[in-house]
């Protein structure tokens, strides 16, 4: 048993974070679950142990941000052990089929959100000399087309990562990015159904000049097997629990395909992208 360390975990309604929230709970540790809706905390009470405590957390918006602070603060006399950053969304379309608005959420859901958060419990984990962990992707260690936007949240969570680990190391504050593949979440069918509304609602000749990408990707998205969020919960558990915890997990075959794709020549990597998505039709060499 962890001891009742206590743990604030984002986006905790369905996959990822529901996975963890659960997993730590069974664990020992006190889990505050960030949820947007009261009928998802009441959810995960009906799953998890008597200790859990749904928090309402919408990322993107302060005053909820400060209420979930002085909850935590309240309730445990101000420790935080670790916080996890796991809310997110995800975009996936050539950029000139995404709206900008969807571009300002995402960013603002995944890069401003989570700056937020962090700096927001930065006191109380300091006070316990606690952990802050956040849920990157290999898009953001590689970035491909298609995923434009939602690959530059996840190089920024990247860049966060890599600045605040040695900015909170002289209060013995550690930051790990878990470098996740694809997982088997609801954000796949939500993926899906965002590309077919840009896609749906673009002007339909802009659409057929990306056409070949459009359907390289989605192939991808529906082919390609992803690894279950019970293996993430695990690997989150142990950058919280292991005495060293590593700067970086890398999670799924997925993820460490991108770290090593990333380290190859930048025209080297390009060429090998192009080729795949444009020249692997049936005839064309
Ligand atoms: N699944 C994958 O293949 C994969 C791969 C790499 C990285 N990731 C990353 O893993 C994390 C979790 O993704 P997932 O796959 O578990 O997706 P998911 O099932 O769609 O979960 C996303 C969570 O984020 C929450 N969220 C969205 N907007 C929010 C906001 N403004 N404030 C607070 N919470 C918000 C959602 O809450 P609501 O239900 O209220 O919308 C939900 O709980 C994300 O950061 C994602 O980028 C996932």
């Known amino acids: 048993m962890e001891n009742k360390k206590v743990i604030l975990i984002t986006g905790t309604s369905t996959g990822i974070g529901k996975a963890c929230a659960l997993h730590l709970d069974k664990l020992g540790f006190k889990v505050y679950a960030g949820v947007r809706k009261q009928a998802d905390g009441d959810n995960l009470l009906k799953e998890a142990s008597g200790n859990l405590i749904p928090v309402i957390l919408d990322v993107t918006d302060d005053n909820s941000i400060k209420r979930a602070v002085n909850i935590v603060e309240r309730e445990t006399g101000g420790e935080l052990y670790g916080l996890v950053n796991n809310a997110g969304i995800s975009l996936n379309a050539p950029l000139e089929l995404i709206p900008l608005s969807k571009i300002k959420m995402l960013m603002d859901v995944n890069v401003t959100g989570l700056l937020a958060v962090t700096k927001a419990f930065i006191p109380l984990l300091r006070k316990s000399k606690g952990r802050i962990i956040n849920i990157s992707s290999g898009h953001g260690l590689l970035a491909i087309p298609d995923k434009s936007v939602y690959a530059a949240s996840k190089f920024a969570v990247q860049a966060i990562s890599d600045s605040l680990r040695v900015e909170l190391r002289p209060f013995n504050v550690n930051v790990s990015s878990i470098v996740v593949g694809k997982v088997n979440t609801d954000v796949l069918g939500k993926i899906l159904s965002d590309r077919k509304e840009m896609i749906e609602s673009a002007q339909t000749d802009i659409v057929k000049l990306y056409s ?74």
Request: glycine letters at 6%; charged letters at 30%; hydrophobic letters at 40%.
């Open 212 to 285: 070949t990408l459009i359907e390289f990707f989605d192939k991808e998205v529906k082919d390609i097997p992803g690894i279950d969020a019970d293996e993430v919960a695990k690997i989150i558990y142990k950058a919280l629990s292991h005495p060293n915890p590593k700067t970086q997990y890398l999670i799924g075959p997925g993820a460490k395909k991108m770290k090593k794709l990333a380290g190859l020549p930048v025209w080297l990597r390009d060429w090998l992208m192009y080729k795949a998505i444009y020249k692997s039709k049936k005839g064309e060499k």
